[in-house]
């Protein structure tokens, strides 16, 4: 890995059935390569048995996610998103 290299790991659980973890990469130094700098995968297990149910290609889940954020903060405008002790 490059130093500016990063893996991140986000697990969720929906608090009964499904539990995942999304797995991020991110290497700058692809954009010299002509390959995506960013790349995900989605690992969907079933919440009792830890049976694995599914296994997703993330990328572009991710690269939609990433898009919304933004859009959602711009639409909120200056502020918004700040902490109600101005932190």
């Known amino acids: 890995l490059s ?7 986000m697990p969720a ?6 539990a995942g973890v999304k797995l991020v990469s991110v290497q700058p130094e692809n954009a010299a390569r002509n390959m995506p700098v960013v790349k995900a995968l989605y690992q969907l297990f ?8 599914a296994l997703l290609s993330a990328t572009r889940l991710t690269a939609i996610r990433t898009g919304a954020g933004g859009g959602v ?3 909120a405008g200056p502020g918004a998103l700040d902490s109600p002790g101005g932190d």
């Open 13 to 18: 659980f929906d608090g009964r059935n499904y």
């Open 73 to 75: 903060a711009a639409r």
């Open 3 to 9: 130093p500016d290299a990063v893996l991140l790991s």
């Open 46 to 53: 079933d919440a009792s048995t830890c049976e694995p149910l």
